[in-house]
């Protein structure tokens, strides 16, 4: 009897079971969704905090990134202009001053090793050593087996010249303290100079040089800009409006800009400096001589009369079509770009200027079209001067020969660099007399060398 109630009693609490579960509302998709994302996430919580791992640097990861701070969050930029004229004063006492100079010179100079090479000073590996122990903790960098490894040419007793060394250490030191120098004008604080900030910098740098003594402060401005366009010209060839102070530090412009420190500077290195007081004055003398309405601007007409007046037409209006100008005129900054382009035709980046113009059709390439419509610009002037046309044929396979591009029918900027004639082939197409220097160099060779051999008989 016990047995047979307790199995009516269990069958009983089974239908019950059933009949509750079929009266439960059933669950939505959804919900079975989030119901297995949270028992998920509960058991892999519980996972990962069993895990013992012995390095739990990625549970505190640094800030790597700080943004610069907006225009008007005037107190975090004050903050971060201190902060970093604090850092640059800290890398400047970190430098070698002149007195720990000389200490450097008078314990190279006591520790050479003989014998000596005709006048000069040399010094060996141990005594090198010996030197850097004394020199103190500013010069351990300049100690080192990678810089006298560096410096060690073909000695037979294994010794570097002292002079050299010294020149080596003077020269990074100028290189440090000419990056700091120009870091402080590094208004953004990102390692470049914007056009203003280099102005500002060249601007304050002309009483320090003695070469510019002479230059009148009306001038000043002037003198800025020309300098100035000159580090943009050719450091800036994407026109981004600002440069790289690791690009100004590795080219050789702020040598020939420093150079003018000194009071001994020959007339000749002075005419060949760009940043010199004569050339200055003669290339802002050169724009004033051409603006002959005094306009303070250049019009295609009296820009024509530039060099020996002999630029094509055709060149011209390309000039005045891609350059910057005002109501059709140009002004003086768009016009030092010019005279850059046209006097150092050698280099890429003058290259590069006039072959955007030459581009006529914005292709990336010059071809046959290209290269005749502008050498019918130097056979009209051959005929307004009373000269026998050249064949366009003739010039164009000689000008395909010396560029010698990879595309037979196509030159591209690159080919012009690489074959080291894009002087030559630019002189060709867009100036009559250097077209006619061009057709004559056997004849002006020959004078040259007659010439020679006349000096040479007095």
């Given at each position: 009897?016990?047995?047979?109630?307790?199995?009516?009693?269990?069958?009983?609490?089974?239908?019950?079971?059933?009949?509750?579960?079929?009266?439960?509302?059933?669950?939505?998709?959804?919900?079975?969704?989030?119901?297995?994302?949270?028992?998920?996430?509960?058991?892999?919580?519980?996972?990962?905090?069993?895990?013992?791992?012995?390095?739990?640097?990625?549970?505190?990861?640094?800030?790597?990134?700080?943004?610069?701070?907006?225009?008007?969050?005037?107190?975090?930029?004050?903050?971060?202009?201190?902060?970093?004229?604090?850092?640059?004063?800290?890398?400047?006492?970190?430098?070698?001053?002149?007195?720990?100079?000389?200490?450097?010179?008078?314990?190279?100079?006591?520790?050479?090793?003989?014998?000596?090479?005709?006048?000069?000073?040399?010094?060996?590996?141990?005594?090198?050593?010996?030197?850097?122990?004394?020199?103190?903790?500013?010069?351990?960098?300049?100690?080192?087996?990678?810089?006298?490894?560096?410096?060690?040419?073909?000695?037979?007793?294994?010794?570097?010249?002292?002079?050299?060394?010294?020149?080596?250490?003077?020269?990074?030191?100028?290189?440090?303290?000419?990056?700091?120098?120009?870091?402080?004008?590094?208004?953004?604080?990102?390692?470049?100079?914007?056009?203003?900030?280099?102005?500002?910098?060249?601007?304050?740098?002309?009483?320090?040089?003695?070469?510019?003594?002479?230059?009148?402060?009306?001038?000043?401005?002037?003198?800025?800009?020309?300098?100035?366009?000159?580090?943009?010209?050719?450091?800036?060839?994407?026109?981004?409006?600002?440069?790289?102070?690791?690009?100004?530090?590795?080219?050789?412009?702020?040598?020939?800009?420093?150079e003018l420190r000194d009071e001994e500077l020959s007339k000749e290195s002075q005419e060949t400096n760009w940043f010199s007081a004569p050339s200055a004055l003669r290339v802002y003398g050169q724009y004033l001589n051409l603006d002959k309405d005094h306009n303070g601007m250049l019009s295609k007409e009296e820009l024509s009369r530039y060099g020996t007046g002999t630029l094509t037409n055709i060149f011209l209006d390309r000039v005045f079509q891609e350059c910057l100008t005002y109501d059709g005129e140009m002004d003086y900054k768009t016009y030092l770009d010019f005279v850059l382009a046209l006097e150092?035709?050698?280099?890429?980046?003058?290259?590069?200027?006039?072959?955007?113009?030459?581009?006529?059709?914005?292709?990336?390439?010059?071809?046959?079209?290209?290269?005749?419509?502008?050498?019918?610009?130097?056979?009209?002037?051959?005929?307004?001067?009373?000269?026998?046309?050249?064949?366009?044929?003739?010039?164009?396979?000689?000008?395909?020969?010396?560029?010698?591009?990879?595309?037979?029918?196509?030159?591209?900027?690159?080919?012009?660099?690489?074959?080291?004639?894009?002087?030559?082939?630019?002189?060709?197409?867009?100036?009559?007399?250097?077209?006619?220097?061009?057709?004559?160099?056997?004849?002006?060779?020959?004078?040259?060398?007659?010439?020679?051999?006349?000096?040479?008989?007095?």
């Amino acid at each position: 009897m016990r047995a047979a109630a307790a199995g009516v009693m269990e069958w009983q609490r089974r239908l019950r079971g059933r009949l509750s579960a079929r009266r439960a509302p059933k669950k939505s998709e959804q919900e079975l969704k989030d119901e297995e994302m949270e028992l998920f996430t509960k058991y892999y919580m519980e996972w990962k905090g069993g895990r013992k791992s012995g390095n739990t640097s990625y549970t505190n990861i640094p800030r790597f990134y700080y943004r610069l701070p907006a225009e008007d969050e005037v107190l975090l930029q004050k903050l971060r202009e201190e902060s970093r004229a604090v850092f640059l004063q800290r890398k400047s006492r970190e430098l070698l001053d002149n007195e720990e100079l000389q200490n450097l010179w008078f314990l190279l100079d006591k520790h050479q090793t003989s014998p000596t090479i005709g006048e000069e000073a040399m010094i060996n590996y141990e005594n090198f050593l010996k030197v850097g122990e004394k020199a103190g903790p500013k010069c351990k960098q300049f100690f080192t087996a990678k810089i006298f490894a560096k410096l060690l040419h073909n000695d037979p007793y294994g010794r570097i010249s002292i002079m050299q060394f010294f020149n080596y250490v003077m020269r990074k030191v100028w290189l440090h303290q000419t990056r700091i120098g120009l870091s402080l004008y590094d208004v953004a604080g990102q390692g470049y100079l914007r056009e203003s900030d280099l102005e500002n910098y060249i601007l304050e740098l002309i009483p320090t040089l003695p070469q510019l003594d002479g230059l009148e402060k009306s001038f000043y401005s002037f003198y800025v800009c020309t300098a100035v366009r000159k580090f943009f010209f050719f450091l800036d060839p994407l026109r981004t409006g600002k440069i790289k102070i690791q690009d100004i530090l590795a080219c050789s412009f702020l040598d020939d800009l420093l150079e003018l420190r000194d009071e001994e500077l020959s007339k000749e290195s002075q005419e060949t400096n760009w940043f010199s007081a004569p050339s200055a004055l003669r290339v802002y003398g050169q724009y004033l001589n051409l603006d002959k309405d005094h306009n303070g601007m250049l019009s295609k007409e009296e820009l024509s009369r530039y060099g020996t007046g002999t630029l094509t037409n055709i060149f011209l209006d390309r000039v005045f079509q891609e350059c910057l100008t005002y109501d059709g005129e140009m002004d003086y900054k768009t016009y030092l770009d010019f005279v850059l382009a046209l006097e150092n035709r050698k280099e890429p980046a003058a290259l590069q200027y006039i072959f955007k113009l030459l581009d006529i059709e914005n292709k990336g390439y010059l071809n046959v079209f290209s290269l005749n419509y502008f050498f019918r610009a130097i056979q009209e002037q051959m005929k307004i001067h009373g000269q026998e046309p050249v064949s366009f044929q003739d010039v164009k396979d000689e000008i395909f020969d010396m560029v010698k591009p990879k595309d037979p029918y196509k030159i591209s900027l690159q080919d012009l660099i690489n074959s080291s004639q894009g002087d030559t082939v630019t002189s060709i197409l867009i100036d009559l007399n250097g077209f006619w220097t061009y057709e004559n160099r056997e004849v002006l060779v020959a004078s040259d060398n007659d010439s020679a051999a006349d000096v040479d008989d007095t």
